[in-house]
């Protein structure tokens, strides 16, 4: 997939403020190629571009290729192994998705570095809550993570998952309901689904 993003729309923040919808700029634009004028919003833009393949073209006012620059990954291979090891899932609040985006906590259009210290790992989904659905992320000097919902609130980090071990110093968070089972007489197993 290619876009035709003008510079400014990239640099262009249009998040919107607590309790707005987003709004698109007035200037620039952001066109699918070979889909016949078909636009794309300026923070899908930004949000592709988090981890996308740039080349860099100049144009003639009056439309005409002046220059094309060498292709350039945003973000290094390298950078990516060591996000992927240190996040290693999404890092969203109680979101436990493995197949994540890298994400610029400042985006790089913004002047935001392509350093592990400026990069989050994101689902899909949450990846796009925060460039199209107003959800902000900021990242403390240890490495923490918070999230704001659109209106500005913090959003509460969620309690760990808990761990499905044999492990005696692990409590069974299922315990209350299968002391209740028992009592009242019920069994359940592989079979308690099946009809008969």
């Known amino acids: 997939m290619v876009i035709h993003v003008d510079e400014n729309t990239l640099k262009e923040d249009t998040r919107p403020a607590a309790g707005d919808h ?3 700029p007035d200037t620039g634009q952001a066109v699918l190629e070979d889909a016949e004028g ?3 919003s300026a923070e899908t833009s930004r949000r592709i571009a988090c981890d996308a393949s740039t080349v860099v073209m100049r ?3 009056d439309g005409t290729v002046l220059d094309v620059g060498r292709k350039r990954r945003t973000i290094p291979p390298a950078i990516r192994r060591a996000l992927a090891a240190r996040d290693r899932r999404c890092r969203f609040p109680g979101c436990t998705a ?3 985006e890298a994400h610029h906590v400042r ?3 913004d002047g935001g570095p392509t350093r592990l210290t400026n990069l989050v790992l994101l689902c899909k989904r949450h990846h796009r809550a925060v ?4 959800f902000t992320l900021t990242q403390s000097a240890d490495g923490t993570v918070g999230v704001c919902r659109p209106d500005g609130r913090p959003l509460p980090t969620s309690p760990p998952v808990p761990r499905w071990d044999n492990d005696d110093q692990v409590r069974d968070p299922l315990a209350p309901i299968a002391a209740r089972l028992a009592t009242a007489g019920i069994r359940i197993d592989p079979h308690t689904a099946t009809p008969h």
Do not use: F, K, T
């Not at 460039?131 to 107003?134: A, K, L, N, R, V």
């Open 22 to 24: 987003p709004v698109e």
């Open 38 to 40: 078909a636009y794309v």
């Open 59 to 61: 144009h003639a006012p």
């Open 98 to 100: 493995r197949h994540c």
């Open 107 to 109: 985006h790089w259009a």
């Open 131 to 134: 460039h199209e659905e107003g």
